[in-house]
């Protein structure tokens, strides 16, 4: 499974965002997904993942509420991350994976994207 994030951008506080990450592979369905994010000088972070049936979401507490993952398997193979009211805490690098299960730790997952940058300004 190869994994391409992309949506990444430079927005102001309380903007909204969406994330996508295209998977190319005929098994994408039978993966659970993942996001995760990395600022600067700090550990990568769970963001939001999503299990392989698209019937169980999750998301990280410090963006709950905000962040949404989601996937479309039929015919585009993505997955996306819905980001709304971001704050400038939200500014790092995210990434999509994916795994046999939907974990919070990135040893749950095996494929990785190539990380794409958000930015959010106050």
């Known amino acids: 499974v190869q994994l391409q994030a992309s949506g990444g951008g430079l927005v102001q506080a309380g903007d909204s965002l969406r994330l996508s990450c295209a998977a190319s592979?005929?098994?994408?369905?039978?993966?659970?997904m993942g996001w995760f994010r990395q600022a600067p000088g700090k550990e990568r972070e769970f963001v939001a993942s999503?299990?392989?049936?698209?019937?169980?979401?999750?998301s990280g507490d410090s963006v709950k509420g905000r962040f949404t993952a989601s996937r479309d398997d039929n015919a585009k193979n993505t997955v996306y991350l819905q980001m709304n009211d971001l704050k400038p805490e939200d500014t790092a690098v995210y990434y999509c994976a994916a795994g046999r299960i939907s974990g919070v730790g990135g040893q749950s997952y095996k494929y990785w994207g190539q990380g794409t940058q958000v930015t959010v300004s106050s």
């Open positions: 999503i299990d392989s049936s698209g019937s169980m979401a999750r």
């Open positions: 592979g005929r098994l994408f369905s039978n993966y659970a």
